[in-house]
């Protein structure tokens, strides 16, 4: 019998899980207005704004994990 | 050989977990409310009504997430 | 160093998880269930008892969870 | 203190995950079936031997689960 | 009372996670090609292309989880 070796730490697996909701979140702000653009392409340029703006609120929280990984150390 | 040095509360895993649920859930909620404006903006009112209802109830279960926390300590 | 005073009992852990598919599945069945009645409202009694047979094939699945926790002890 | 007293065998944990993704996935096949046969009931037939062959890949996985407990035990 | 006996080694967990992304991701981009073909199937080329691309993408995150268990051994 030998004792677990595992090694590792625990913070690099907190921002693995941070980025799995802005990962499928950010992708599904780009795959919506993607979809939004081919049926009003006039409104392009709004489409892109929004986009760029919902997607700097979604990416915060992974870029967060990061921090929070120095932050609990 | 080094034991563990794993530091750290399960409780704020557990509140970590109990907003995984109602964040996507509210936020469900929200866009849906917001895809059901566009279609009939004459709703708008009695829509954004049934969103706080809605949201309302999501919300209370990550919020007890906190309180339990506090419970099980 | 102090070895971790983890306490709990992983039964409660199986049964938050045996809740996490029903959950998400009744709410589905009734919101797809809402979303017909609204396309073929002189349909709504067949559709309403057809929700209650998922439901209830849904629902047991989380609620064997909670006998789960006693039967392996 | 007294040391965790945990009990159980981690190959059911695995078949347990094994069987969330075909869980969904034989599901998701045999709810866009049904949905593709009430768009083009005079397809059931052929609808049917693709559902069939869709949730035998899906299924396999699930029960290969089952046998990975063997395995590695 | 025995002291856990569990064998196996994390980086089988650590590929296990990193396909469950992919795996959905990769089978979400065939389908909605396959679907778009179903709508404009003059387009089957360039939309088969596009599919390739957005696969090689995904998967390329999911064989990289293998590589990362030799990495972090």
Not at 10 to 26: E, K
Not at 53 to 64: D, P, S
Request: no cysteine.
């Amino acid at each position: 019998m030998i004792l677990a070796e595992v090694a590792g730490n625990l913070n690099a697996v907190g921002y693995g899980i941070a980025t799995i909701g802005p990962g499928i979140g950010v992708a599904f702000v780009a795959g919506k207005t993607v979809e939004a653009m081919a049926r009003q392409p006039e409104m392009a340029g709004q489409l892109r704004t929004t986009m760029i703006l919902g997607i700097a609120f979604t990416e915060a929280l992974a870029l967060l994990g990061l921090v929070a990984g120095f932050l609990f150390s």
